[in-house]
């Protein structure tokens, strides 16, 4: 009996790492797979719960201050993350976890969030071809545990998960999560999943997750938390959600040229509702992606992808691009990419759009990267309007502490630029300076 983090956490679709009260168990078998991984693990948990889950969304400002919705929040158990969304679909593009204490630190009393760096508003993918500062949303997601100003009366928490590696090469594996209620509004949470090792990095990923009660309630903000709207919490159906996601690389299959092939699906019915995310419309996302270098100068690189949700929201992009490296220093790269993209009460961001990407780098050193770039729509339908863009960029390593990112660049949405000069005289620790004109802001 006693503080503990349950930790519960499914392949992707759903994750549980919140600090409870109560009672934990946890066994591990003494053998091992040939990888150190134990062939049977096993835990689970009980508690009744004195705080509350609270989920707050904040789309990046260009700072490095945020202010969450409670305050009074419990030690240790926030757990942050980036979002990247592509603010067209609402998908998630990339997650990535922040390490409390190196990445950010919390102000408990008072609820504040100050990150180690700036987290700008938009991101733009490694495409050659993007709006200027970047065609995708960031957010800072903080999941956390606060003390409610009337308490809880009989809130219970229930938990485990279970881990069988069969073979050497195939983990099964079961989640389950359940808070009852004195209302009856249980929230139950639960999921199956199997990963099948191809080779050192190459695997194949599967997991199917099944959400029933009223959720849990999420706030936004498109100013850092200064102004808050919250939502959830509605009562809602059972909900499914599947996942299938593999990575292969193309020399561990024995084939001659290194690279890797990747590919991702899912499928979300509306009312799927986790810690992490709340799903309003039946949506379905397939991707496909690699790149291959086909010899020491040349590598060829695509990437397919299709959203589509019953809201009537549907996007596809298709792109393809190669590398060629002229010499030690300098590199030309070349990309085509199309748009096919249907968006609901908006007939500007519906249509199709043809773009041809180049870039030339000039990099004398490691510690120097210069470059420029232009982009021109060949063909545009509907509402898409053309997307022509000229710009260039520095990166630059000027001391061991001291580095600057600088690029500007002009185009039909308007001038885009982006400068940060950052001074980081230990691992843990940066200074920066920062600016970023971003011709496409739009809320989170």
Same mark, same amino acid.
Request: hydrophobic share 35%.
């Given at each position: 009996?006693?503080?503990?983090?349950?930790?519960?956490?499914?392949?992707?679709?759903?994750?549980?790492?919140?600090?409870?009260?109560?009672?934990?168990?946890?066994?591990?078998?003494?053998?091992?797979?040939?990888?150190?991984?134990?062939?049977?693990?096993?835990?689970?948990?009980?508690?009744?719960?004195?705080?509350?889950?609270?989920?707050?969304?904040?789309?990046?400002?260009?700072?490095?201050?945020?202010?969450?919705?409670?305050?009074?929040?419990?030690?240790?158990?926030?757990?942050?993350?980036?979002?990247?969304?592509?603010?067209?679909?609402?998908?998630?593009?990339?997650?990535?976890?922040?390490?409390?204490?190196?990445?950010?630190?919390?102000?408990?009393?008072?609820?504040?969030?100050?990150?180690?760096?700036?987290?700008?508003?938009?991101?733009?993918?490694?495409?050659?071809?993007?709006?200027?500062?970047?065609?995708?949303?960031?957010?800072?997601?903080?999941?956390?545990?606060?003390?409610?100003?009337?308490?809880?009366?009989?809130?219970?928490?229930?938990?485990?998960?279970?881990?069988?590696?069969?073979?050497?090469?195939?983990?099964?594996?079961?989640?389950?999560?359940?808070?009852?209620?004195?209302?009856?509004?249980?929230?139950?949470?639960?999921?199956?999943?199997?990963?099948?090792?191809?080779?050192?990095?190459?695997?194949?990923?599967?997991?199917?997750?099944?959400?029933?009660?009223?959720?849990?309630?999420?706030?936004?903000?498109?100013?850092?938390?200064?102004?808050?709207?919250?939502?959830?919490?509605?009562?809602?159906? #059972?909900?499914?959600?599947?996942?299938?996601?593999?990575?292969?690389?193309?020399?561990?299959?024995?084939?001659?040229?290194?690279?890797?092939?990747?590919?991702?699906?899912?499928?979300?019915?509306?009312?799927?509702?986790?810690?992490?995310?709340?799903?309003?419309?039946?949506?379905?996302?397939?991707?496909?992606?690699?790149?291959?270098?086909?010899?020491?100068?040349?590598?060829?690189?695509?990437?397919?992808?299709?959203?589509?949700?019953?809201?009537?929201?549907?996007?596809?992009?298709?792109?393809?691009? #190669?590398?060629?490296?002229?010499?030690?220093?300098?590199?030309?790269?070349?990309?085509?990419?199309?748009?096919?993209?249907?968006?609901?009460?908006?007939?500007?961001?519906?249509?199709?759009?043809?773009?041809?990407?180049?870039?030339?780098?000039?990099?004398?050193?490691?510690?120097?990267?210069?470059?420029?770039?232009?982009?021109?729509?060949?063909?545009?339908?509907?509402?898409?309007?053309?997307?022509?863009?000229?710009?260039?960029?520095?990166?630059?390593?000027?001391?061991?502490?001291?580095?600057?990112?600088?690029?500007?660049?002009?185009?039909?949405?308007?001038? #885009?630029?982006?400068?940060?000069?950052?001074?980081?005289?230990?691992?843990?620790?940066?200074?920066?300076?920062?600016?970023?004109?971003?011709?496409?802001?739009?809320? #989170?």
């Amino acid at each position: 009996m006693g503080d503990f983090r349950t930790g519960i956490a499914g392949p992707g679709l759903i994750n549980n790492a919140r600090d409870l009260y109560g009672v934990e168990l946890a066994y591990q078998a003494p053998s091992v797979t040939e990888n150190g991984d134990p062939r049977f693990s096993l835990m689970g948990y009980a508690a009744q719960l004195d705080t509350a889950a609270q989920r707050d969304i904040l789309r990046g400002t260009g700072g490095s201050v945020y202010f969450l919705t409670r305050q009074d929040i419990t030690s240790g158990s926030p757990t942050v993350t980036v979002q990247v969304i592509d603010p067209d679909t609402g998908f998630v593009v990339d997650t990535r976890l922040l390490t409390e204490g190196i990445d950010y630190t919390v102000d408990h009393i008072q609820g504040v969030i100050i990150l180690a760096g700036p987290l700008t508003s938009n991101t733009g993918s490694d495409d050659l071809i993007n709006d200027g500062v970047g065609e995708f949303d960031v957010n800072l997601v903080a999941q956390y545990e606060y003390t409610p100003l009337g308490g809880l009366d009989d809130v219970n928490a229930f938990g485990g998960r279970a881990e069988v590696w069969a073979t050497d090469e195939l983990r099964l594996g079961a989640s389950v999560m359940t808070e009852n209620t004195p209302s009856g509004t249980d929230q139950e949470i639960a999921s199956v999943d199997l990963r099948y090792r191809l080779g050192e990095t190459s695997y194949a990923e599967l997991e199917i997750a099944r959400t029933e009660g009223p959720g849990f309630t999420r706030s936004i903000s498109t100013d850092g938390g200064l102004t808050i709207a919250s939502s959830g919490g509605a009562a809602s159906e #059972a909900a499914q959600a599947v996942r299938f996601t593999s990575q292969i690389d193309l020399e561990e299959m024995g084939l001659e040229y290194a690279g890797n092939v990747g590919m991702r699906y899912e499928s979300k019915d509306a009312g799927f509702s986790t810690l992490n995310e709340d799903i309003t419309d039946d949506q379905v996302f397939i991707g496909v992606d690699g790149e291959v270098e086909v010899s020491d100068r040349v590598a060829l690189g695509f990437d397919a992808e299709r959203f589509e949700s019953d809201s009537g929201d549907e996007k596809s992009e298709t792109e393809l691009n #190669a590398a060629y490296k002229i010499n030690e220093t300098w590199t030309i790269e070349g990309g085509l990419q199309y748009t096919d993209q249907t968006t609901v009460g908006s007939a500007d961001d519906t249509g199709t759009r043809t773009d041809l990407g180049l870039r030339l780098t000039y990099a004398p050193t490691d510690a120097l990267a210069v470059y420029v770039f232009g982009q021109g729509t060949l063909e545009a339908e509907g509402g898409l309007s053309d997307d022509n863009r000229l710009g260039a960029g520095v990166d630059a390593q000027i001391t061991e502490a001291v580095s600057l990112a600088a690029e500007a660049s002009d185009g039909d949405t308007g001038v #885009a630029g982006k400068l940060q000069l950052s001074y980081a005289p230990t691992e843990n620790n940066e200074v920066y300076l920062g600016y970023t004109l971003d011709p496409t802001r739009s809320g #989170a």
